[in-house]
């Protein structure tokens, strides 16, 4: 049998238990961007989960998504099971030819067009994460500019800087926004995902991706999660503070980039600093094509911080 290699990513706390010890709860994961903080889950009717996902609960969810983002009233709104499985589809919505992705970023862009036939080069498509990931670039509409088959505008973590947001960009022919539901609202395994673009573009992903994709949970913990504005709002204050917080703990490290979902560092020795902290059952990220770059996520609940805190002492 033929072995897939996984590509690079946050996550990978299996191999670091294998590697170091412990149980998975034994261990502060921090090598993600994900809220430490989720939205707490609401209250759902049994039926959500006995039957198919109906049209009123997915409308209800698209235009929630429509109102957080303020996307245009000439572009469309499409949910889908993950960002992710969208990344894998947006390749086909034009012909093979030169795709420039800006690095280093977030790996499954380069992937998902590499195996859709694209070649690396400029000319052609483009795709953008805003902000970066993992150095926390911004990018402007007019870096953005051009007649392109494609752009993809990669904003899963833009939620912690709504002001910033290109989705206004999303009426314009072959533009397709991208949003990730579980990095800024913490549930990453709900596996829900958005894209915004013109509507003849979202019909194309929607048939794609099928019907029912999005599932009847999540239709449901999503609207109430978009919806509560007052806890988003609070969120970002927590996690611009709780940022800085954690650039104050790391003493020898200096701060090159990120988001306040995560703090990219620059440090002497990348994959010493992940080994002294794995000992300590603290899991980091570091990176193949770095060997001065440590990423952390933000840590929870008070004990993680002082977990953290006694592991970098």
Known sequence: MTRVAKRDHGGGLDGAVARYGGARGDWLDLSTGVNPVPYPLPALDGEVWATLPDEGAL????????????????????????????????????????????????????????????????????????????????????????????????????????????????????????????????????????????????GRLSEMIGPWAVSGPALAIGTAALRDAGWAEATRARLARDADRLDGLLTGAEVVGGTTLFRLYEVDDAAAWQDRLARARVWSRVFPYSTRWLRLGLPGAECDWTRLEAALA
């Open 59 to 202: 409308a209800a969810l698209t235009e929630a998504a429509r109102m957080v983002w303020q996307a245009p009233e000439e572009a469309a709104v499409l949910a889908a099971p993950g960002a992710s499985a969208l990344i894998a589809r947006l390749p086909a919505l034009a012909p093979p030819g030169m795709v420039e992705i800006p690095g280093p970023t977030y790996n499954e862009h380069r992937a998902a067009f590499r195996a859709a036939g694209w070649q690396a080069g400029a000319g052609g498509a483009l795709v953008v994460v805003h902000p970066n990931n993992p150095d926390g670039r911004m990018w402007s509409a007019a870096d953005l500019s051009g007649d392109r088959p494609l752009t993809v505008i990669d904003e899963s973590f833009c939620d912690v800087a709504p002001a910033e947001s290109l989705v206004h960009l999303s009426t314009r022919p072959g533009v397709v926004v991208l949003k990730s539901f579980g990095k800024f609202w913490g549930l990453a395994g709900l596996r829900l995902g958005f894209a915004i673009a013109r509507p003849e573009t979202i």
